[in-house]
């Protein structure tokens, strides 16, 4: 089947690989994304990801617990680069190349950052895990993704979360939400609508960065993103 992008931006939520248990790393959550990625990587496409670190430590929710915002966001970054060793750990045992880079020099955890480096190992058929997230403090790691995904090229920014799109009120929330089968980044503005953070969708905006919103713990969704299958919501300009 003739698939859909060539080169992707995978953005993982930290809290979506803690699965149910609630805080840390879900082993079983951790291989089910290991092996829809391969998966993909099996049909040709070149795989970026960014992790979130919220199933280890949340900068902002620290900061209102008294941490000093800077170290906070700094202690956020290095859970991404945790999650980002984890899911690279779990591609090798399945014979999946994976190269984990750093926004922050961390030599030999993983190597610092540059786009070059990503985009040849993508071309070598890595998997690239970009880690902690831009290397700053203030920003997310929805900002880190979007940079990512501009800086090397992606087609598209893939948003996995557990909810199948963007609706126009919280679907667990309100029962009488409904699904966007797209909408433009200025709709999502106007109606206040939390795909992501403004730095992040302001940043795909303004680079023509697609973003794909679909629900990841679904194993196979990956591969039906791929093949075209309407199961999310599409945001553009």
């Given at each position: 089947m003739e698939k859909k992008f060539k080169r992707i931006l995978l953005k993982l939520s930290g809290e979506s690989l803690q699965g149910e248990q609630g805080y840390g790393i879900d082993v079983n959550r951790l291989n089910d994304y290991a092996?829809?990625?391969?998966?993909?990587?099996d049909m040709g496409v070149q795989v970026g990801i960014v992790i979130g670190g919220g199933n280890i430590f949340r900068g902002l929710s620290g900061a209102s617990k008294g941490f000093d915002?800077?170290?906070?966001?700094?202690?956020g970054m290095l859970a991404t680069v945790i999650n980002s060793m984890a899911l690279s750990s779990a591609l090798g045992a399945i014979g999946q190349k994976a190269l984990v880079l750093t926004a922050i020099r961390m030599e030999p955890v993983g190597e610092f950052y540059t786009k070059w480096k990503a985009i040849d190992a993508l071309e070598r058929g890595e998997v690239v895990i970009m880690s902690g997230g831009t290397g700053n403090p203030y920003f997310t790691t929805?900002?880190?993704?979007?940079?990512?995904?501009?800086?090397?090229?992606?087609?598209?920014?893939?948003?996995?979360?557990?909810?199948?799109?963007?609706?126009?009120?919280?679907?667990?929330?309100?029962?009488?939400?409904?699904?966007?089968?797209?909408?433009?980044?200025?709709?999502?503005?106007?109606?206040?609508?939390?795909?992501?953070?403004?730095?992040?969708?302001t940043m795909c905006k303004e680079n023509h960065l697609p973003i794909y919103v679909f629900n990841m713990d679904i194993v196979g969704n990956l591969k039906r993103v791929m093949e075209g299958e309407d199961i999310g919501t599409l945001v553009h300009n």
């Open positions: 092996r829809q990625i391969k998966e993909v990587v915002r800077v170290k906070g966001d700094q202690m929805d900002t880190g993704s979007s940079l990512r995904g501009i800086e090397i090229e992606a087609d598209v920014m893939l948003k996995g979360t557990r909810v199948d799109g963007v609706y126009t009120a919280d679907p667990e929330k309100d029962p009488t939400a409904t699904k966007f089968k797209e909408i433009t980044y200025d709709e999502i503005y106007n109606r206040g609508l939390k795909v992501m953070d403004l730095t992040a969708t």
